[in-house]
């Protein structure tokens, strides 16, 4: 079994013996809708609450990590007042993960445009493409392979080279 973080104070549920729904349903007594109501009331949170805690930010992100996220912080801070703090803080969210993805698929597209497998070098990606199907019935067909002599063959550019 999972064992709580509670600083070493026995845990107790704050909900009281009510928290499901079938427990509320099976009888209540006067005092346990009071003390019911009472609850759900104590849950709203005032309009200066959450309150920032001074420093929580810092101990809880190292300096790198709050050097690469400073960006999206700053413009997150300054939609706040307009969309509210939690969607800002979807957006925010969303923003981050999808300039994440976006940023590696725009290395993986260089990577692959410009690392290419050729008679230059021994690594890079090297990509094959299968020679169109003519069949019978086609006007080209039959189609003259573009391949002459052996040399042709796995040239990986070296015939077209300007070298």
Known sequence: ???????????????????????RLAGMTDADRAYRKQWLKDQILSES?????????????????????????????ATVPVLGYERA???RWFTGKF??????????YYYLSYNKNDWTRKGGWNVYVSRELVVPGDPRYPMASDRQEGADYASRGFKSSTI
């Open 1 to 23: 079994m999972a064992e709580r973080k509670t600083g070493g104070v026995k845990a107790f549920p704050i909900e009281g013996p009510f928290k499901n729904e079938r427990a």
């Open 49 to 77: 609450e959450p309150r920032p805690v001074p420093g929580y930010y810092e101990a809880r992100y190292n300096p790198i990590r709050r050097f690469y996220r400073w960006p999206l912080d700053t413009i997150f801070k």
């Open 89 to 91: 803080a979807k957006y």
């Open 99 to 108: 300039s994440m993805i976006f940023a590696g698929a725009v290395g993986i």
